[in-house]
């Protein structure tokens, strides 16, 4: 119960940093109801367009590709427990594939990943890059908290 709670105010701060710069935000989390969930991501694909929302927080549930068609940045706060789980997260930043043959625009989005040296993070992204042949860049960070 305690990652459960310390996770929702992780979402609760990103959402207010967000604000507190006044960029709109949608959010997804895993107690939404399906209604709520779908009305959200629908409002996502119509802010691609340029009009609405810049971002948008996954918190915790899973989303494949045809449901968010495409991010030019996905953050990862946490690490996956399973390579097909990173996958997923990570096919948002990929382009849909008409689009990127027909010179659509869209370039490969950044893919962010905290990881923490305790706890598994390391093993499970070095996991990762093996499954999916390739090697993520390092960049040391020695956050307090």
């Not at 507190?20 to 109801?33: F, G, H, V």
């Not at 030019?72 to 097909?84: G, H, K, M, Q, Y």
């Not at 990943?113 to 305790?118: G, I, M």
Request: aromatic share 8%.
């Amino acid at each position: 119960m305690g990652g459960d709670i310390r996770r929702g105010m992780r979402l609760t701060t990103i959402q207010y940093k967000l604000g507190s710069r006044q960029w709109e935000t949608l959010c997804l989390a895993p107690d939404m109801p399906p209604p709520q969930k779908k009305a959200i991501l629908q409002q996502w694909r119509l802010s691609l367009a340029g009009n609405g929302p810049r971002f948008l927080v996954i918190f915790d549930v899973n989303v494949k590709p045809p449901e968010i068609p495409w991010a030019p940045l996905v953050i990862n706060f946490d690490l996956p427990r399973s390579v097909e789980g990173y996958a997923h997260r990570a096919a948002a930043a990929v382009p849909p594939a008409a689009a990127s043959r027909s010179g659509g625009g869209q370039v490969n989005g950044v893919i962010v990943s905290f990881v923490q040296a305790a706890g598994g993070d390391v093993e499970m992204l070095r996991s990762t890059e093996c499954a999916y042949r390739f090697k993520v860049s390092r960049s040391a960070c020695h956050c307090a908290g």
